[in-house]
Nanobody, 115 residues
């Protein structure tokens, strides 16, 4: 089992920045893939960014040039640096980690971009 604890969400003005963190504990040796998803009420959860064990990152088109995903394997933590935030980035953000035969979700953290 893997437990995930997210932090860093909150309220920010348009153009501002936030950094989300997701720390994993438990059977972390099984983790290969780490990602962030987001979901608005009544909508499907969508992939924002992912990073493999090789460090290769993939970003959704809507966040390219503004968001960066990174991971610290020593700390079993994945980060999402969000810059130039827009009101349409307002969502609940979920951490996701996966490995052979297993995947886990964080509890979600609210990000609200509003003036």
């Amino acid at each position: 089992q893997v437990q995930l604890v997210e932090s860093g969400g909150g309220l920010v003005q348009p153009g501002g920045s936030l950094r989300l963190s997701c720390a994993a504990s438990g059977s972390t040796s099984t983790i290969e893939y780490m990602a962030w998803y987001r979901q608005a009420p009544g909508e499907r959860r969508e992939l924002v960014a992912s990073i493999g064990s090789d460090g290769i990152a993939v970003l959704a088109h809507s966040v390219k040039g503004r968001f960066t995903i990174s991971r610290d394997n020593a700390k079993n933590t994945v980060y999402l640096q969000m810059n130039s935030l827009k009101p349409e980035d307002t969502d609940v953000y979920y951490c996701y980690v996966g490995g052979p035969g297993n995947n886990y979700w964080g509890q979600g953290t609210q990000v609200t971009v509003s003036s």
